[in-house]
């Protein structure tokens, strides 16, 4: 008697699951609304993007764009030594600067 009452409730499940269910169609047009939603919402920030890199520095046309400063060193630090008082020690600082010229130069 279990089958038969697991069988029959069974049965209406399919019937109930298309009910509402939208027709290809429908789905077709859904997803082409989707993809319109998505390239226009696409193109707008790639427009955005490319107003932002050309109103932002770093476009390559200041002098302090083709302007490099850098370096590094090695500097040690004691703070208390054997007279007790402290000591900094710099044994290595390499100062780098540099600018990148026009060809016409």
Do not use: C
């Amino acid at each position: 008697m279990h089958r038969r009452s697991a069988l029959l409730l069974l049965l209406p499940a399919p019937a109930f699951a298309q009910e509402g269910a939208p027709s290809p169609e429908d789905l077709r047009r859904q997803l082409e609304q989707v993809r319109a939603e998505s390239e226009a919402k696409y193109e707008d920030l790639l427009g955005q993007m490319d107003a932002w890199r050309r109103s932002s520095p770093g476009t390559g046309n200041a002098w302090y764009d083709r302007l490099t400063l850098g370096g590094y060193g090695e500097i040690h630090y004691n703070s208390v030594n054997f007279e007790g008082a402290e000591q900094i020690d710099i044994h290595r600082l390499v100062w780098n600067d540099g600018y990148g010229f026009e060809d016409w130069i």
